[in-house]
C-alpha cells in the first residue's frame, strides 16, 4: 500500500513538473518502458523483462478508426451546454482524451502531455480544439473541472466535459473508452483532422512532442486529399 501511495504521488508531482516547462530533451528521451509510462513521467524499473527493452521502441501503439459520436449534450468546465456532436466532428480539428480529476496515475500525465503538445505545436495549434471529457462525472462537476484546468494552465479553448452519467458512459462506449471501472482506466489519445471520418487512436502515453509529430503528419496526409477535391 505504501509502495503504491509513493509511486501515484511521484507521477502526480512529475505530471506537475511537466506543466511548468521541461527541458525539450527530456521529452525526447525514449522510455526504457513498453507501457504505461510518458517518457516525460518518470517510473521506477519495475516489471521490466530481465533483456530490457529496446530503447527507441515506441510507447504508444498507432491505428485508424471510424467512431460514430453520440448526438448528446454535455457541460463545459463554465457550466455552459456544449453539443457534443458539432463539436467533435465539425470542420476544426480535434485532440480527445478521457480523464478523471481525482486520478493520481496517468491522468495527470495526460493533461500534462496535452499542455506539452500545445507548447510544441506552436502556431500550428491554432485551430485545434482539444477536448478531455471526465469518465467520473458524479465526482467532476463543472466547478471541479473548472479548478483541474487552471491547475494544468489549460489553453483558452480547451474545454473539460461532463454530464450525466448515463450519457458519458455512452460516449465513452462510442470511443472504446469504457472499461466498467475509472480504475481500470486505458490512457489513450484520439486526433482527428476537420472534416474527416475517421481518427488516429494513440494507444499508450506518448510525449506531447509525439503527439505533436502525430498532429502535424495526420495534417500533411489530408492536404493533398483537400486539394483534390
Not at 454530464?163 to 486526433?191: M, S, W
Request: charged share 25%; net charge negative.
Amino acid at each position: 500500500m505504501m509502495r503504491r501511495l509513493f509511486f501515484a504521488s511521484l507521477v502526480l508531482g512529475l505530471a506537475t513538473f511537466l506543466v511548468s516547462g521541461v527541458p525539450a530533451h527530456a521529452e525526447e528521451e525514449p522510455c526504457p518502458h513498453g507501457h504505461a509510462a510518458d517518457d516525460d513521467a518518470g517510473v521506477d524499473d519495475a516489471g521490466v523483462d530481465d533483456a530490457g527493452v529496446e530503447q527507441n521502441a515506441r510507447r504508444y501503439t498507432r491505428s485508424v478508426n471510424t467512431y460514430h459520436t453520440p448526438d448528446i449534450t454535455l457541460l463545459d468546465q463554465e457550466g455552459r451546454e456544449v453539443g457534443l456532436a458539432p463539436l467533435l466532428d465539425g470542420s476544426s480539428p480535434v485532440a480527445l482524451n478521457f480523464i478523471f480529476t481525482s486520478c493520481a496515475t496517468v491522468c495527470p500525465v495526460m493533461t500534462a502531455t496535452f499542455s506539452q503538445m500545445h507548447r510544441a505545436l506552436g502556431e500550428d495549434a491554432g485551430g485545434l480544439r482539444t477536448v478531455s471529457i471526465t469518465i467520473d462525472p458524479e465526482h467532476d462537476t463543472p466547478r471541479v473541472l473548472q479548478s483541474y484546468a487552471q491547475r494544468f494552465n489549460a489553453k483558452q479553448g480547451w474545454q473539460f466535459l461532463t454530464g450525466d452519467a448515463d450519457e458519458i458512459l455512452k460516449v465513452q462506449r462510442a470511443f472504446d473508452a469504457y472499461t466498467g471501472n475509472k480504475t481500470n482506466h486505458r490512457p489513450f489519445t484520439l486526433l482527428r483532422n476537420g472534416d474527416s471520418a475517421s481518427w488516429v487512436r494513440i494507444d499508450g502515453l506518448a510525449s506531447g512532442t509525439e503527439l505533436a509529430t502525430e498532429y502535424r503528419q495526420l495534417r500533411q496526409d489530408e492536404r493533398p486529399r483537400a486539394e483534390g477535391r
